[in-house]
């Protein structure tokens, strides 16, 4: 069985300030990673992934992620924030010949000004 | 531009009342989701369909049932309404090979159930 766990269900961080939310994961076979983000009122989109090979995956608006297999996480970092990143991450898991995604119970991420 | 679409952003309903929620998408994908989303809860899925007229349940398929008659359509239906599905559903369709397509969302449903 797979599952998701992200540690913290709320994060403020001040503008330009750097910032890590955490992702750890648990799984019996190969897994295929992945950052979600939701902004206020909207569905989800699709931040990043890690399907295989490069272990450090960017997203375009500099956010990055690294799998990291030893301590099964998949942290999402960026250096420096913007108030525009206001919003919910949630990480995900899926599997090799799985149609199933395992979502955490996601990140509130407040951008202060 | 790929899109995903509800049929209805806000709804009210009555407990006892028979619910109906419409997903299309435009982009010819196989597999189509219906996820609910509580706070601290994260999206948990109701169902899944793999192909027209296929469907799986997925974690929490209980009030619920779905339809898929044509590939771009899916529908989550809520046989009679209570007020434990007061939630946000969220719609979901992906191409690509299982388990590493990019899942594209609608902007959800918010259920309000009275």
């Known amino acids: 069985a797979q599952s998701v766990t992200q540690l913290d269900s709320q994060v403020p961080v001040f503008e330009e300030a750097p910032v890590e939310l955490r992702c750890n994961y648990s799984?019996?076979?190969?897994?295929?990673l992945f950052w979600y983000v939701q902004y206020p009122n909207q569905g989800l989109q699709l931040l990043l992934k890690?399907?295989?090979?490069?272990?450090l995956v960017e997203s375009i608006n500099g956010f990055e992620a690294e799998f990291n297999k030893s301590q099964t996480s998949f942290h999402l970092r960026k250096p420096s924030v913007h108030i525009s990143d206001t919003a919910e991450y949630f990480c995900?898991?899926?599997?090799?010949?799985?149609?199933?995604?395992?979502f955490g119970t996601g990140t509130r991420l407040k951008v202060l000004a | 531009d790929v899109k995903v679409t509800q049929s209805s952003r806000y709804l009210v309903k009555r407990t006892g009342e028979k619910v109906f929620l419409e997903c299309v998408q435009d982009?010819?994908?196989?597999?189509m989701f219906w996820y609910r989303q509580d706070p601290g809860l994260g999206l948990r899925l109701i169902y899944f369909?793999?192909?027209?007229?296929?469907?799986e349940k997925g974690d929490i398929p209980e009030g619920y049932s779905v339809s898929r008659e044509k590939k771009e359509r899916f529908s989550l239906i809520l046989e009679s309404a209570s007020t434990n599905q007061t939630s946000m559903y969220l719609c979901?369709?992906?191409?690509?090979?299982?388990?590493?397509?990019?899942?594209?969302f609608g902007e959800g449903s918010r259920l309000t159930v009275l």
């Open positions: 979901a369709s992906r191409g690509g090979g299982a388990g590493t397509g990019e899942l594209f």
């Open positions: 799984s019996s076979v190969s897994v295929y």
């Open positions: 890690y399907l295989s090979g490069s272990t």
């Open positions: 995900a898991v899926s599997g090799l010949g799985t149609y199933k995604y395992i």
């Open positions: 982009m010819d994908h196989e597999n």
């Open positions: 369909s793999y192909d027209v007229k296929m469907k």
